[in-house]
């Protein structure tokens, strides 16, 4: 009996995570998870308790609503899965970090943050915002982040801000504008001068689906010593290449899963 009604909270657990995995961007309430999974407010309220404890849940910004928390794809970035972005992208993000002789960095959405998955050092290593493989940073700030946000739908990259304002305002930073992530979209990069990290600049482009839904971003930190306007131009270039042929080998590879 004790180990059915283990796989039983268990089962329950997967349903209530699954349904906020499936929230909209402003996140979802906990009575209509509970609703969602059958399940009586009390059990639903301990179950999203146990969650969030161990970071698999989060509050969105100030709001009681629910999102998924950094764990997950904490998780995710530490799997060795041959199959996966990390795994595709190492061999560019290891001729990009060659080149430049600066700090490489992959990062990917994970709800309303973006989550360094994987990292390569050149000759140069700095401090990041997200500090190591696994790290978080909420979406809006730092290059990378700023990057990914800028390319999603509209109405999405609003409801993010406005759950990230606080967050982003009490690390002394102001959120991107509309205007600002215009300009991303329209030089097909971001380039920011770090406010939080002194003397480091950063770096980073899309790489995105043939439709233009962002997949991740590759980024560079850098002096700003190492990383004037002529040779900033010339590490976009090589970083919009390999961005370039890592969306084409993860579009052909989905295209061959599904034949």
Not at 67 to 78: E, I, R, V
Not at 207 to 214: D, W, Y
């Amino acid at each position: 009996m004790k180990a059915a009604g283990g796989t039983q909270a268990l089962e329950r657990g997967l349903a209530v995570l699954e349904a906020i995995a499936e929230a909209p961007a402003n996140g979802v309430r906990l009575s209509d998870v509970a609703e969602r999974c059958g399940l009586e407010p009390p059990t639903a309220h301990r179950l999203v308790a146990a969650l969030e404890r161990y970071g698999f849940v989060g509050r969105v910004g100030d709001s009681k609503r629910l999102g998924l928390g950094p764990k997950l794809f904490q998780l995710a970035s530490l799997s060795e899965d041959q199959g996966g972005l990390v795994a595709a992208a190492r061999p560019g993000l290891v001729r990009l970090a060659s080149y430049s002789g600066d700090c490489m960095f992959l990062m990917a959405r994970s709800g309303f943050d973006a989550v360094c998955l994987d990292r390569q050092d050149g000759e140069y290593t700095i401090r990041s915002l997200t500090g190591h493989i696994g790290g978080a940073t909420p979406l809006g700030l730092g290059p990378g982040s700023t990057t990914i946000l800028a390319h999603l739908p509209k109405d999405e990259r609003e409801a993010i801000l406005a759950a990230n304002r606080r967050r982003i305002e009490a690390l002394g930073h102001a959120l991107p504008s509309e205007d600002d992530l215009a300009r991303i979209r329209e030089h097909g990069y971001c380039h920011e001068i770090s406010r939080s990290i002194a003397g480091i600049v950063g770096a980073a482009v899309p790489i995105l689906t043939p439709k233009g839904r962002p997949i991740a971003a590759l980024a560079i930190g850098a002096t700003e010593a190492r990383l004037p306007e002529p040779r900033l131009a010339a590490v976009i270039a090589r970083m919009r290449e390999e961005a370039s042929l890592l969306s084409l080998a993860i579009a052909n590879s989905r295209t061959a899963m599904r034949s």
